[in-house]
């Protein structure tokens, strides 16, 4: 299925392990009922690395990625996270879940905690850090998405470009080694998606490794090291940013790409 | 009326008064139909007020401890409750050992008091409430230095208290498990949920208190048998539960995914998700239904009568039967609605300042 793949760019191996792979997913298939929603998913993802998936409107890409942790359960293939496979074991899937950290395009806060309390809910129950450490993790991580004056407030005081940088806060707390994106910024309101875009532009600089679906090009060319598109649950390119974009090799990429470029 | 005006640096008091007369008199005759309202409930008012204030306090009877002068006055005999106090309150509990209820009452008002402060809410309050009950339930029944007196001989506000708050404390997370059980995934879960919650929710509760008294002897061997207190405890705490559940299934349908989602993605465990992210939310939706089913609750408990408890309504009951009294129903009545009123108006207030408080809906 795959027309073209780019050079995997030389990640410099982390100090942790050895394995290079993050993410390989190989020959996975999903089925709604009986709508086949992920054909034959074949993607490795290496450390450090940053990948922008796009494709028309329920083409999967939300699916694809949720099945990373396990959000969606696949029903045939291999998905090794971190290395650790993704079976129907609950320790172990609680175990990926927490390594690998998720936005979403409606922010999914709790809106009954206020927002320091929303970064360190999940450091100290499931990582069980002390009070005072998570609340120390937090504020650093909400200067480093420039709001710290707005721990105490609740989310529905902040505006939609605020919320969602509490949301990508709020995943930095766990430590994540893998960050996964899902349309952050399609819910905003144009004015708000740069300082959403600049949070993670400056996470990709530090060497996080990054899915993200968008259909932000500008971001994609300036941080992705690959594009993935998908179209009808199928992996149809993948590419590198400068070239999906401006000589793409699928005729369905082209097609794509002339409808969200007019 | 007045005070609603803006204050203004230049109106003088009395200005402000006339302004506030003006406005009154618009108010109460301002079209026909105000007029004839007004006209209306001056009319009512002037007829049932006076003879109301005689019966209640003029020609009332208020300290005379004498049964006759209640039996020669044409007002109320207050001087009865006064006198009888301690049997409405306590019903036929022995009466040398009347102090005991009167502590365990003050003991779950002071609990109840202490309890509504967030400041208290911790994990020690549920120790701190445990280990009331093991004091309340000694001090209630005996044993260990104290004379024994057996269930059937508590009544009145103890009896009413300990239903109540037993049943509502217990059922109240019992219903939470009910709830989730009703959307678990677990098939074998979920039916087991929706049948007790059904059936509960299909028997009156006099029957299921019929069940627990009358019926459960039947089969069940003496030994193993409950006693009756304890029974209709039960059965008014499953009662109050499967309302309780249903009650809160509302409040977690309300919940959006997302919430979920979010907290799986964060490696959260089911029950961390459930305590720290849904329940929070899900309930703070339904309060003013909850306070609702609990308010019933706190009233459904006098039915406890009917089994042969002696609850308030029961001890005054008792207290009526007094030969030496002329019967003063409507007083007797009047004084244990007023209790039940201060708890059930207390919890209201209760549950109106848990409404209030806490961060503003997103
Ligand atoms: N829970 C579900 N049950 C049945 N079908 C579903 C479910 N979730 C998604 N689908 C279908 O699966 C397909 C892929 O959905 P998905 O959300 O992954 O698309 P997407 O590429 O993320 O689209 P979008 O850009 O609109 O977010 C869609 O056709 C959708 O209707
Ligand atoms: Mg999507």
Redesign the pocket.
Known sequence: MLTSVSAIRHVPSLPMTNDPTAVEMVGVNKW??T?H?LKNIDLTIQRGEKLVIC??????????IRCINRLEEHQQGRIVVDGIELTGDLKKINEIRRDVGMVFQHFNLFPHLTVLENLTLAPIWVRKMRRKEAEQVAMHYLDRVKIPDQAHKCPGQLSGGQQQRVAIARSLCMSPKIMLF??PTSALDPEMVKEVLDTMVSLAEEGMTMLC?SHEMGFARQVADRVVF?DQ?EIVEINTPAEFFSSPHHERSKLFLAQILH | MAMSLPMSSEATPGHFRFIGLRRLAKLLFGTPLNAALTLLFGALLVVTVPPMLRWLVIDAVLFDPDPNACRAATGACWSFIYAKSGQLLFGIYPFDERWRPAIVCLLILALLGWSVRPASWTSRLLALWVAAFALIFWLMGGGFGLAEVPTSSWGGLPVTLILTVVAIGIAFPVGILLALARRSTLPAVRVGAVVLIESVRGLPLLSILFVASIMMPLFLPEALLPDKFVRALVALTIFAAAYLAEVIRGGLQAIPNGQYEAAAALGLPFWHTQRLVILPQAIRVVIPALANTIIVMIKNTSLVLVIGLFDLISSGKAALADPEWPSPAAETFLFIGAIFFALSFSFARFADFLERRGPAAH
């Open positions: 709604y009922g709508f929603v494709g028309p409107s329920g083409s999967g890409k939300s699916t694809m899902d349309e679906v998908m649950g």
